[in-house]
């Protein structure tokens, strides 16, 4: 495959997945703008370094991997920024018809420390399997399994046995 074709590729699956990045670099910094800025500054430094995907299947992976180091980055310049925005929440969070549930478990995972509430998110919300999860993180899968029955564990007792975490 040539450097243009994977460019078209990159750029195609970058807008495409917009929503799944955005709500990743979210997931670490909690802020609109600095989640922005991490996504673009995620493109710029995927775009230029295209010629470093080895294979197509691991596009999503590599990316994602981007997003989370670049996230990380921000977060050891800038330290952490916690400024909650329910819209966003909103958009990680399945519709529910008990609004209570739903702000519960909104405030759960914000509780959890950062790399539980990342497995989380990209288990449930983006619908990732724990392999490409590793490969994000750059954990092995154990540890992601590990650490995801860990956040599950935390998230039964902070809400109850009766909402079924």
Do not use: C
Not at 29 to 52: G, H, P
Not at 133 to 162: F, P, S
Request: charged fraction near 35%.
């Amino acid at each position: 495959m040539t450097k243009e074709e994977k460019f078209k590729l990159v750029e195609d699956f970058i807008v495409e997945h917009q929503q799944a990045h955005y709500r990743l670099a979210y997931s670490y910094v909690k802020n609109k703008d600095n989640a922005l800025d991490i996504v673009q500054e995620s493109i710029l430094k995927a775009l230029r370094s295209v010629d470093r995907l080895e294979e197509v299947k691991y596009l999503k992976t590599w990316f994602y991997r981007i997003v989370v180091n670049t996230a990380i980055d921000f977060l050891r310049k800038n330290g952490r920024v916690s400024v909650m925005d329910d819209e966003i929440l909103g958009t990680h969070l399945p519709a529910s018809t008990d609004g209570k549930t739903d702000l519960d478990l909104r405030d759960a995972i914000e509780e959890l420390p950062a790399v539980h509430k990342t497995i989380i998110i990209l288990r449930f919300f983006e619908d990732l399997k724990i392999d490409e999860i590793a490969a994000i993180t750059g954990d092995n899968v154990n540890t992601v399994k590990t650490r995801l029955y860990a956040a599950l564990r935390k998230l039964r007792v902070e809400m109850g046995e009766e909402y079924n975490v």
